[in-house]
């Protein structure tokens, strides 16, 4: 199983961007996904989670600003980041798990993540 992010970079405040984790070796379909951030000196949490029927759940301080969405035909995740602040700076992993974990830390499969700042 391979996750592989792409998108990050840096943006001014107010500015967008759209986070890519392109899957292989796993059922894509079946799977739960989800997008975690881990800034420096801070654990990591849960930003934004999809599961196989396409439910989304996101950590309240993202919400109406971000949005989680999946092509299973392209095996791909997407994170559209709007309206970013500067607490949104952090490195942002994808991980995905055959269980529904929603924001739950204990996926089994994880990219390597994508730094994201904002100033």
């Known amino acids: 199983v391979q996750l592989v992010e792409s998108g990050g970079g840096s943006v001014q405040a107010g500015g967008s961007l759209r986070l890519s984790c392109l899957a292989s070796g796993l059922p894509y379909g079946t799977y739960c996904m989800a997008w975690f951030r881990q800034a420096p000196g801070k654990e990591r949490e849960g930003v934004a989670a999809?599961?196989?029927?396409?439910?989304?759940t996101y950590t309240y301080s993202v919400q109406d600003r971000f949005t989680i969405s999946k092509d299973n035909g392209k095996n791909t995740l997407y994170l559209q980041m709007n309206s970013l602040e500067p607490e949104d700076t952090a490195i942002y992993y994808c991980?995905?798990?055959?269980?529904?974990?929603?924001?739950?830390?204990?996926?089994?499969?994880w990219g390597q993540g994508t730094q994201v700042t904002v100033s």
């Open positions: 991980a995905a798990d055959s269980v529904n974990l929603q924001l739950s830390r204990f996926y089994t499969y």
């Open positions: 999809i599961d196989n029927t396409g439910a989304a």
